[in-house]
């Protein structure tokens, strides 16, 4: 995934070594300078709620609902116009999910309050596209749950087996930090 973080380029390649999960992540700064790796292994997105919502977020994690494939082109719209994105022509909007690999609604208490896409080429590429929460409900998780659930579906779909690259472009001022290992 390449994200920009406080001026800094972040590249995530995910590799599947023996079953399990493990993120190699390089970070460079803008001017190519500096080079850190750290692995380890996904965290739970329950354990990540968890730490930076207590209690609370226990209550709401129980009554989300993730959901591939639902999202209306009206709701997809909708979020867009809300987070600050471009409003489209609904008919492209309809186009842009019906094309995408898929898409993931999060849904409290019967209400629309997140949502994610991934395109790509479903094999090899896999990019992370319109991560968006409502206002109300951002800084609490929801937005790694998605990333979360969108990275587990391109590990199970990916042909490779080995070798997956995964990316995204985030808004500005929407940057969010690196999955902690």
Request: net charge positive; proline share 3%.
């Amino acid at each position: 995934m390449i994200m920009k973080i406080n001026g800094s380029l972040f590249l995530m390649d995910m590799r599947l070594r023996k079953k399990k999960s493990w993120i190699k992540y390089h970070f460079r700064s803008d001017s190519l300078r500096g080079n850190s790796i750290c692995k380890g292994p996904l965290p739970r997105p329950q354990d990540h709620l968890w730490e930076i919502g207590g209690k609370y977020m226990e209550v709401l994690l129980n009554e989300i609902e993730l959901k591939d494939n639902v999202l209306s082109a009206e709701d997809f719209i909708k979020m867009r116009i809300i987070n600050g994105f471009a409003e489209v022509p609904i008919e492209h909007a309809a186009k842009a999910l019906k094309n995408g690999q898929i898409n993931v609604s999060v849904i409290y208490r019967g209400e629309l309050i997140g949502m994610g896409r991934m395109v790509g080429d479903g094999a090899m590429y896999w990019y992370l596209q319109e991560i968006m929460v409502l206002p109300e409900y951002q800084k609490m998780g929801i937005g790694t749950l998605i990333v979360n659930h969108l990275i587990d579906y391109a590990k199970r779909n990916s042909l490779t087996g080995t070798f997956t690259t995964i990316g995204g472009v985030s808004a500005k001022g929407k940057e969010g930090e690196p999955i902690k290992i």
